[in-house]
């Protein structure tokens, strides 16, 4: 897994979230925020969200488990077996984070005003 890529991946995203909420704000203070402006900004707004959501547990588990091996438990069991599983750890937290989006999406589709 190319650490650099997710980390790209995760401040562009995040950038673009930071962005979009700044043109969203000033769009509707000077009232010229149409319901399709407002759509579309809160349709690339999630996506840039999601995008972060998914690139970070890489980031987080390779600096885990960098940090780990620079203080010198990179041969415990436990540490040596998650170097080996990386890849599992990661998928499993994405897993985990789809199970809660599926779980919360009604919820949030009614929140956006959506009928459910």
């Known amino acids: 897994m190319a650490v650099r890529g997710w980390g790209i991946a995760a401040g562009a995203s995040f950038a673009l979230t930071v962005a979009l909420s700044i043109v969203g704000s000033v769009l509707e203070a000077r009232g010229i925020a149409a319901p399709a402006v407002k759509t579309t900004i809160t349709?690339?707004?999630?996506?840039?969200?999601v995008v972060m959501?998914?690139?970070?547990?890489?980031?987080?588990v390779r600096f885990f488990l960098a940090g780990q091996v620079a203080i010198g438990?990179?041969?415990a069991s436990v540490i040596a077996f998650m170097l080996r599983h990386e890849a599992?750890?990661?998928?499993?937290?994405?897993v985990l984070m789809a199970a809660g989006v599926a779980i919360a999406l009604p919820h949030i589709l009614r929140d956006l005003g959506w009928k459910v």
């Open 43 to 49: 349709a690339a707004a999630i996506a840039a969200f």
């Open 53 to 60: 959501a998914v690139s970070i547990p890489p980031l987080a």
């Open 73 to 75: 438990n990179g041969e």
């Open 88 to 94: 599992s750890i990661v998928r499993g937290f994405w």
